[in-house]
């Protein structure tokens, strides 16, 4: 994963790219060995090491996915914003909207409550829930 993120960084500053928000699903990556926070710290230290290497400010989009539980994303969340002064700008619910209709307003619905509730994840993270399909 920081391979990955590093390269994408690498070859968005030779497309002359000069500010790049990598935008990224950790839990995808998950497994017992390899838990959320390390997937976030890997894409974070490639984008990094490219950043130095380039001068392309790289940032990290943290995104949910809708066939995600809402418990797994407001964990997703809460994590995502440990990292903000590391990298992190934006926290994001994605997916397909028409597959996934009957949870989407209970995903967005505990995800708002969740920054309503934490003065802390609110004020450090921007949150944005992308409507596709």
Known sequence: MQRTAYEAAIDAAHDGIIYLELRAGPMTHMSPELPVEKAIEAMLLGLQQAESETGTVCRLIVAALRNHSVAENLCLAKVAGEFV????????????????????????????????????LRERLYRQICAIG
């Open 85 to 120: 002064n590391e990298g992190v700008v934006e926290f994001d619910l994605a997916g397909l909207v028409s597959l996934f209709i009957e949870i989407q307003k209970i995903q967005e619905m505990a995800l708002e409550a969740a920054f309503i509730s934490d003065k802390a």
